[in-house]
């Protein structure tokens, strides 16, 4: 008979929870060298001695009083599902912290179980942590693990299951001194008539965190029995004093510990990650460098990845006349050539460029520069009403808007995370990318780089005045200010950021297989429809959509055909390319050579389009991740006909201003 | 052993200092302290950037900005000479 308990992994940001759950669970849960990667607790499963365990990561947390979305997650989980164990993953090289953290969990009297993590880092500096001391002193299991490699993950199991059978655990708590304990015990007297709070939580705990002022403690307790005499309670102290001594006395009880447990290895000057600092976050040199990384970046990926561009290119155009002049009966032979290979192919095309980006944005991840960028870029967004935390999500925001706008969750303000969801979507993600390579390569040649990099910029300038209009209209007050760790620098080995680019790079791969192959059916149905019509002509059905929405978008120069690929980008937006695949489909000319050759297009009228697909409505993917972590229609609502309008607007203008500044293109 | 009392903002890079108070509202305390920074902690500047820091507590880094860093009030520790 197979028992099932569920265990939690907690601990600080950026200590190894994820790593050491893929290793505990066998899953691949993306990591990277940041605080605040997790931000959705996530589940697996194992079985070890005849036991089922859940593991559930949540994402990290200093302490348990929550100020972000992600840290409540992970506060939530831990005090309202009340999981069998939790094991609280340490960073062995940075004890007094961690185990603050340790201090509160083992006031809320769950099971624990401590996994000393990175013990390798700690070894190789020189410190001996006595593992057996540490335990007996703390009263938990402490054991050693490294998640990176898999080591201790046998005896953590067993670790946890035996807290879980023992039943009777007992954690040492933190002596708060006679004063502050003499107000925990009339606390927790008072609390005694609130039973129903009684049940769920430990009254000391509850005690604990009345006096370090936690507002959903608080407002607990405040909707309860016990209420008055709490409150008459809490009036009569200083509670800046009491909370300030707690936290002291926190850090004393752990410091005592370690003198018994812990013998330093030397390092402790300035390490090679201060001395890069020095250099990365200067004043003068940070920005420049920031932005010289990115213009190699976006160099990187067009000129890395054309040449086998246009190999696939060459290839999928073949492939489709071929099948369209050999496969019988003619329809199904256009189905294949003219919708799924033209359609699909248009856009597997770009899967180089795509995996190039994803691995550069790998490398940022892993590095530990993110975090730097986000410190750097905390001036310039404050100024603008924007956290430097939310610099973050903009990045991520390059590859993909969903887990750009998932990320958002780690800012602490309600104000600060809706700008940021919001102004998202103007990030250029990758699935935008098809549609610049295609069109700046096709219209602007040697000048393709310097017109795409135009467009990304144009996106970060647009999301950031945003921001500022939201911020000084419908959403006022002041940015939270900016606390973030600064992970180490880690050079990445080619294997994670490999692997990190293969996990994203093949999401991009089966979009392409479902989402983005029925676009092309779509379109190839509307466009053979009613029967008889000439393929992708006007009389066709998908003519009729064309020219029901052309007036709209006329102004800007657009004709029926750009109207439909944009109808259908709504989907996901490489289906802009994958539709004028299929509605260009026909002949053994390259996608690029066609829209070339059609009078329809210029480059200004590109550009224009360009500016359009970056700017408007975000994909049906988007729409529905801003519906959930907005919980409203109203803000989603907003934030479609906002993107539309101001992709109106600029694509309109940037048309019009286009042959000043192409000149002689 | 009472040193002058400065804010963190205005020291330079490389200098060590102990907190002393934290100027803030009980959330930000409670967030510092979750993270090491509290009274007595020993702080060392890593690099400034207009009044922006990145201080090191023990192994960990943390930026922040110039707003934390005014609040953050701190006694300069001479090294022994």
Redesign the interface.
């Known amino acids: 008979m197979t028992k099932t308990i569920r265990v939690a992994l907690t601990g600080n940001p950026n200590v190894g929870k994820t790593t050491l759950f893929n290793a505990l669970t066998g899953s691949r849960q993306h990591v990277g060298n940041w605080p605040g990667v997790t931000v959705e607790k996530k589940t697996g499963r194992v079985s070890h001695n005849g036991y089922d365990i859940e593991i559930v990561d949540l994402p990290g947390?200093?302490?348990l009083?929550a100020?972000s979305v992600d840290e409540i997650v992970a506060r939530d989980f831990i005090l309202k599902e009340k999981p069998d164990v939790v094991v609280q993953v340490v960073d062995a090289?940075?004890l007094?912290?961690n185990l603050?953290?340790t201090t509160q969990l083992a006031e809320l009297g769950v099971p624990i179980v401590i996994a000393l993590n990175m013990a390798d880092a700690a070894e190789a500096r020189g410190d001996t942590i006595d593992r057996e001391k540490l335990s007996a002193l703390l009263e938990i299991p402490v054991v050693r693990t490294v998640g990176t490699r898999g080591d201790g993950i046998g005896a953590l199991l067993d670790a946890a299951i035996r807290v879980v059978k023992s039943s009777s655990h007992h954690e040492r708590t933190v002596d708060y001194g006679s004063e502050v304990e003499a107000m925990i015990t009339s606390l927790t007297d008072a609390l005694a008539i609130d039973r129903s709070l009684s049940v769920q939580y430990p009254r000391r705990w509850l005690a604990v965190k009345l006096l370090?002022?936690?507002?959903s403690v608080l407002t607990l307790v405040g909707e309860g029995p016990a209420s008055a005499r709490v409150q008459n309670l809490l009036s009569s102290i200083d509670?800046?004093e009491y909370?300030?001594s707690m936290?002291?006395k926190?850090?004393e009880t752990i410091a005592a510990i370690l003198l018994q447990v812990r013998s330093a290895g030397a390092s402790e000057g300035?390490s090679a990650?201060?001395m890069l600092?020095?250099v990365i976050?200067?004043?003068y040199l940070?920005i420049p460098i920031f932005l010289a990384l990115m213009w190699g970046a976006f160099e990187l990926t067009f000129a890395v990845g054309a040449p086998f561009a246009t190999a696939i290119e060459v290839g999928t155009a073949w492939l489709a006349e071929f099948a369209t002049s050999s496969i019988g009966p003619a329809w199904l032979g256009s189905l294949i050539g003219d919708g799924v290979i033209s359609g699909v192919g248009a856009v597997l095309v770009f899967l180089p460029n795509i995996f190039i980006l994803f691995l550069i944005l790998a490398l940022l991840e892993d590095s530990g520069y993110l975090?730097r960028a986000?410190?750097?870029m905390?001036?310039p967004l404050?100024a603008l009403g924007l956290p430097?935390k939310a610099f973050i999500p903009m990045l991520i925001g390059f590859g993909c808007n969903v887990p750009a706008i998932m990320a958002s969750r780690s800012i602490e303000g309600e104000r600060d995370r809706l700008i940021s969801i919001l102004v998202n979507p103007f990030m250029s993600c990758s699935a935008r990318l098809p549609v610049y390579i295609l069109f700046a390569g096709t219209f602007f040649g040697t000048r393709a780089g310097g017109v795409m990099f135009f467009l990304y910029v144009l996106g970060i300038v647009v999301a950031i005045v945003s921001a500022k209009l939201f911020r000084s209209t419908i959403l006022k007050g002041e940015s939270s200010?900016?606390?973030?760790?600064?992970?180490?620098y880690r050079i990445p080995t080619a294997m994670t950021s490999l692997l990190h680019m293969w996990s994203r790079g093949s999401l991009y791969l089966r979009k392409a297989g479902t989402i983005i192959l029925l676009g092309a059916l779509l379109v190839w149905v509307l466009a053979s429809f009613p029967y008889g019509v000439e393929y992708g002509s006007e009389a066709s059905l998908v003519g009729s959509i064309g020219h029901l929405v052309e007036p709209l978008v006329a102004p800007i120069g657009f004709d029926w055909k750009i109207a439909v690929a944009l109808i259908f980008g709504f989907l996901a937006k490489e289906v802009v390319i994958g539709s004028l695949g299929v509605l260009y489909g026909t002949g053994e000319e390259t996608l690029s050579a066609t829209i070339l050759a059609d009078p329809g297009f210029s480059p200004a009228i590109a550009l224009s389009l360009m500016v359009f697909v970056l700017l408007y409505t975000p994909c049906v993917a988007v729409v529905g991740v801003i519906k959930k972590e907005t919980q409203s229609w109203k803000w989603t609502g907003f934030s479609v006909v906002y993107g539309l309008i101001v992709a109106w607007i600029l694509a309109f203008v940037i048309g019009r201003l286009a042959p000043f500044f192409l000149g002689g293109a | 052993m009472m040193n002058n009392v400065c804010p963190l903002v205005l020291l330079a890079a490389g200098t060590e200092a102990a907190i002393a108070e934290i100027r803030g509202g009980r959330g930000l305390r409670a967030r510092l302290s979750g993270m090491g920074l509290c009274s007595e902690a020993r702080v060392t500047i890593r690099s400034t950037n207009c009044g922006s820091v990145i201080v090191a507590v023990g192994d960990a880094r943390y930026a922040l900005s110039r707003g934390i860093a005014a609040k953050i009030l701190v006694r300069e520790v001479q090294e022994a000479a």
Do not use: C, Q, V
């Open positions: 947390t200093y302490s009083t100020y090289t940075n007094e912290r603050y953290l370090e002022g936690d507002e509670a800046g909370e300030a936290a002291d926190r850090y300035a990650s201060d600092d020095r976050t200067d004043r940070g975090a986000a410190f750097i905390d001036r404050h430097g200010p900016f606390i973030m760790e600064m992970p180490p």
